[in-house]
């Protein structure tokens, strides 16, 4: 049963991740103190301490928070598999997938990943895993499906699944690591960049 | 003409970089000083300060001298204009790209530069232009120059560059962004996923 200590623990607990997450996106994690979460946070330094009992195990929350929201994408993947119209519904994920990853606050997140990979390889590499392979292996396992239907015709559907997914994300990504929150893509030229990704795709992968 | 003077002034500015960039890449940019650089380089701190005014003019150079070896591969995309086997060329390029940008130095470079993209907006922009860029502008010119000459058919060759440039290289710089140096992947391995990005590559934009 969630009694009312719980819901007000959990509403700290989210304001402190919050806190912490803009704070580490704009001054770098060491850069960032844990005084400066509780007062962003506008809570006690012993109730941050009571909740993440160091800073590391907050940076580990909030990407482990970041890569839970790749479920629901999974489950788009998923449905894929059983398609009608294999070139509309690939397009509609690829624009989706786009979307989904090309957000600020995403990208973000992995430049302060990658800038932390080296202090925190366990971190990095469990992100990785739960991310970035886990939406690879559900793109795989779609395309193996498609593949047994007889809609695309492959040998290898992992690398199929990195060509899919670079095809699409690749180029507006690069740029955001470089050049951090890049507005210069419109969602016209994020969906153009999805649809161009299919056309390649498909042109080297459709059965037909 | 190249004095005695100007060739050890030249020999301690190469050690100061070098000394630099290794202390980079292992503690990170703010945790190295100058201190340290001169005493891995073997030279006094008044040494390093004459040639370089201080630690963001050294990374700003060390950047620099990074995107300075782009100009031999951009040498070989031009070769590839004339080629009489675009199959095989293409192949070849492939196979040199990847090896060219799949190295743990420039790997690391590429890390440490995306952790301080923040901070010096300016020497990661510069990069960007001089060396991604500069590499995805080259292709672009060959691909519409092979479609002038009837061997490609695209209509947006700075989309199809990205295309083969993506296709060839994101799945192993992904991962190294993450996990740093990655011996996973063999250089067998490499080729493979060069040739397999040619082969999706030519299927969707070969005239053939």
Request: proline content about 4%; aromatic content about 8%; overall charge neutral.
């Amino acid at each position: 049963m969630q009694t009312p200590e719980d819901g007000r623990t959990a509403r700290k607990r989210r304001a402190i991740m919050e806190a912490a997450t803009e704070l580490f996106l704009r001054k770098g994690y060491p850069g960032t103190s844990m005084d400066e979460i509780a007062a962003t946070a506008a809570v006690s330094k012993q109730t941050v301490y009571k909740q993440f009992k160091d800073k590391e195990t907050l940076f580990g929350a909030i990407i482990l928070n970041a890569s839970s929201k790749v479920g629901l994408f999974v489950d788009a993947v998923d449905a894929l598999r059983d398609t009608d119209d294999l070139d509309q519904d690939l397009t509609g994920l690829a624009r989706r997938y786009i979307t989904t990853v090309i957000r600020p606050e995403g990208l973000q997140l992995r430049r302060l990943l990658i800038a932390e990979a080296d202090r925190f390889p366990e971190v990095a590499a469990d992100y990785y895993r739960r991310a970035p392979e886990r939406t690879i292996a559900a793109l795989a396992a779609c395309f193996q499906r498609l593949a047994a239907r007889g809609l695309l015709r492959l040998d290898d559907p992992a690398l199929a699944a990195g060509h899919f997914a670079w095809l699409v994300l690749a180029t507006p990504m690069d740029r955001a690591m470089f050049f951090g929150h890049d507005d210069t893509q419109t969602p016209a030229e994020l969906e153009r960049l999805a649809d161009e990704g299919v056309r390649v795709f498909l042109a080297a992968y459709s059965a037909r």
